[in-house]
C-alpha cells in the first residue's frame, strides 16, 4: 500500500489541491497536523482532508489555537492574529473536527507526532533534538513536521549516533533494518527551508522507503486571497521566499 504523507497545510488551499493531484495513486493518507493557520481557506483545507479515504490525522498548535486549546502568547504578532481571524471563520463541523484530533498516532513502524518527543510541541532543529526523541519513541521511526523545514535524522538501531539528512530538493530514503528514522516530511502550505515549493511525502509499504517531493504551485493565488481577507502582509509575502 501507498500512503501520502501530508504537514502543515496552514490553510492554503492552493498549495494542498496541487499536492492532492499528485496523489491519485495513494490509497491512504497520514497527515502530521496544523491544517489551518497564516493561509485564507481553513474551511476549504478541513474539508479536503476529513474526506480523505484512510486517513490518520493528528492535531497541530495551530489547530489547538484555532480551538482556544494553545497559549497564544507562544505566537508571534503575525501568527496570533492570523488565528484570531482562523477562529472567526471556522464552521462549527470542522472546529468538531479539529477538536477530534488526537495529538500523537502511531501506524507501524511509525510514531507520528506534529512536533517532538517527548514534548510533543517542540521543534526538532538538531541531531541532539532528534536523539532524545528517538529515546522517547515507542515505534522504530517517526514523521514529524512542525518546523516546516523537510529533512531526516537516522540512528543506528546498535549506537546512538544520529545523522541529519536535507530534502531541500526533496528526495528518497530507503529505508533499511539496521537504521531508525525521524522524517520530517516538511510543509504544503508554507514552507520554510528557502525552498517555497510545497513539500510532501510518499510511503511505499512494499519497498519501505519514502519520497519526499517538492511541487509548485500557484503562491501567487494564495497570496491575494490573504491580502483580500486582510491577514497579516509578512505571511502571504514570507511563502515566496520560503522562509
Ligand atoms: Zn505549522
Known amino acids: 500500500m501507498k500512503y501520502a504523507l501530508l504537514s502543515d497545510i496552514h490553510a492554503n488551499l492552493e498549495a494542498l489541491e496541487t499536492v492532492l493531484g499528485q496523489l491519485q495513486d495513494v490509497e491512504a493518507f497520514l497527515c502530521l ?54 477562529t472567526r471563520q471556522l464552521q462549527p463541523e470542522h472546529v468538531d473536527f479539529l477538536a477530534s484530533l488526537q495529538l500523537i498516532g502511531q501506524h507501524p513502524p511509525f510514531t507520528l507526532v506534529h512536533g517532538a518527543l517527548p514534548e510533543l510541541m517542540e521543534y526538532i532543529v538538531s541531531s541532539a533534538d ?20 523537510a529533512e531526516y535524522y537516522r540512528q543506528p538501531v546498535n549506537n546512538k ?11 528518497d530514503i530507503h529505508m533499511e533494518e539496521s537504521f531508525r528514522y525521524l522524517i520530517n516530511i516538511g510543509s504544503i502550505g508554507q514552507p520554510r527551508d528557502g525552498n517555497p515549493k510545497a513539500s510532501f511525502g510518499i510511503w511505499d509499504e512494499a519497498t519501505n522507503a519514502v519520497t519526499i517531493r517538492r511541487i509548485e504551485y500557484d503562491l501567487e493565488a494564495t497570496q491575494r486571497k490573504m491580502n483580500d481577507a486582510g491577514l497579516p502582509e509578512y505571511l502571504a509575502q514570507r511563502l515566496a521566499v520560503g522562509r
Open 161 to 171: 549516533l544520529v545523522e541529519r539528512m536535507d530534502l531541500y530538493s526533496g528526495g
Open 33 to 86: 497536523g496544523d491544517l489551518v493557520g497564516y493561509g485564507p481557506n481553513p474551511n476549504e483545507c478541513v474539508e479536503a482532508i476529513r474526506n480523505l479515504p484512510n486517513l490518520i490525522c493528528i492535531a497541530g498548535n495551530h489547530d489547538l489555537a484555532a480551538l482556544g486549546q494553545y497559549d497564544l502568547t507562544l505566537f508571534n504578532p503575525y501568527a496570533r492574529e492570523a488565528i484570531r481571524w482562523t
Open 130 to 149: 532528534a536523539r532524545l526523541a528517538f529515546h522517547e519513541m515507542p515505534t522504530p521511526s517517526g514523521l514529524i513536521g512542525h518546523t516546516h523545514v
